[in-house]
């Protein structure tokens, strides 16, 4: 007869190669990171040495950045040979340069990268510090790499898209009489004010405003035929002011009341909303 010592020591027997091979993989699993963690040592100490990236090539457009500023940026921050190198930390810094709206990288055996780049293409000027572009996308590049001849856009950077969007619809529409847009503020009461090609201020106010420009488009070939205005007030429920560019008269010889009487009952005004 076997006794519960005796089978104890059975139990034991039986354990005992189970918790031999246990522990022998957990060392083999030790071993081989071990392999690992200094075969990556080796590779970050010995690659970029062996494997360095020589050349920097751009490709993509440009014409305000110049190809040798990209590759000087990306060849500042690179921190490994062609297997380690960090594309997310170059990306990066290629795209915080002001003028590049997009980056992207590529590796190309045994020692070159690839840039890819697109340039930022400003619609208007933003103020007197920015540019921004057709998408709205307000960006910052130095001043003196401003083009010349932009329109200016004003407001908050965080209406920047809304201006833009205005900025576009109106122009498309006022190119039909001959005009364009040289400023074109949205300050911050709301209300929207166009300086225009031919010299002259519009005024369109807060409320309203696609119809007030609608009202403008049918009434200025009439007022144009006046005189020349400097500012043209549309702030009125159907009806508008004029400012005549000659204080005492318009260019064809009417007195300044009789041409601002004559344009408003033409556009039958219904009482200021001045709004």
Same mark, same amino acid.
């Given at each position: ?7 104890? %020591?059975? /139990?034991?027997?039986?354990? *005992?190669? $189970?918790?031999?091979? #246990? ?7 030790? @071993? +081989? ?93 933003? %103020?007197? /510090?920015?540019?921004?572009? *057709?998408? $709205?996308?307000?960006? #910052? ?7 010349? @001849? +932009? ?125």
């Amino acid at each position: 007869m076997s006794g519960p010592d005796q089978t104890r %020591g059975q /139990d034991l027997r039986k354990e *005992a190669p $189970g918790l031999g091979r #246990r522990l022998l993989h957990w060392l083999m699993a030790l @071993g +081989l990171l071990s392999l690992l963690a200094t075969a990556a040592w080796l590779l970050l100490v010995w690659e970029p040495h062996r494997l360095p990236v020589r050349v920097v090539t751009v490709d993509g457009e440009v014409e305000y950045l110049k190809p040798e500023q990209l590759q000087a940026t990306v060849i500042d921050h690179l921190n490994g040979g062609i297997l380690t190198q960090d594309l997310v930390q170059l990306k990066a810094a290629a795209e915080a340069m002001p003028w590049v709206r997009s980056a992207s990288l590529r590796r190309h055996w045994p020692d070159r990268l690839e840039l890819a780049v697109v340039e930022e293409v400003p619609l208007a000027r933003w %103020g007197k /510090d920015a540019l921004v572009a *057709a998408d $709205g996308v307000v960006f #910052r590049p130095p001043a003196n790499d401003f083009p010349k @001849g +932009l329109p200016e856009l004003s407001g908050r950077d965080e209406e920047s898209q809304r201006v833009v969007e205005h900025f576009q619809s109106w122009e498309t529409r006022l190119a039909s009489l001959g005009l364009r847009i040289e400023e074109l503020t949205y300050d911050a009461r709301g209300a929207w004010t166009l300086h225009l090609s031919r010299g002259f201020t519009l005024a369109l106010g807060k409320a309203q405003v696609e119809e007030r420009i609608s009202r403008f488009l049918r009434v200025y070939p009439e007022l144009i035929r006046v005189g020349m205005p400097s500012l043209i007030d549309m702030r009125y429920s159907n009806g508008l002011a004029i400012r005549w560019a000659d204080p005492e008269k318009d260019g064809h010889g009417a007195s300044v009341g009789d041409a601002t009487r004559s344009a408003q009952l033409n556009s039958r005004p219904s009482g200021p909303s001045r709004s």
